[in-house]
C-alpha cells in the first residue's frame, strides 16, 4: 500500500502534536521547523486536518495547531 507525500506529512503532523498533548496551541511555524516541512505546503496540510476535525487550528497573527481533545473528536 502507497501513502502519498501529503499523507505521510499529515501524519507527521498529527505524531508532532500528540507528542506535545497539552491544551496550548503549537505554532505551524514551530511544526514546520521541527518536522523540516515546507510552511507553505504545511498549511494546506493542516487546513485540510483541520477541516476534518482531526486537529484544531486557531488563526491570527500567526497559525497555531493543536490535537483536539478525545471529548471532541466524532
Not at 491544551?23 to 521541527?34: A, H, N, R, T
Not at 487546513?47 to 497559525?63: A, T
Amino acid at each position: 500500500m502507497m501513502i502519498s507525500s501529503k499523507g505521510r506529512y499529515a501524519l507527521r503532523v498529527m505524531v508532532f502534536l500528540a507528542e506535545h498533548n497539552s491544551d496550548e496551541y503549537v505554532p505551524l511555524k514551530e511544526i514546520s521547523e521541527k518536522e523540516q516541512i515546507s510552511q507553505k505546503y504545511l498549511e494546506s496540510i493542516a487546513r485540510m486536518l483541520s477541516k476534518e476535525h482531526l486537529i484544531e487550528g486557531i488563526s491570527g497573527h500567526c497559525l497555531l495547531y493543536t490535537s483536539p481533545s478525545p471529548r471532541d473528536m466524532r
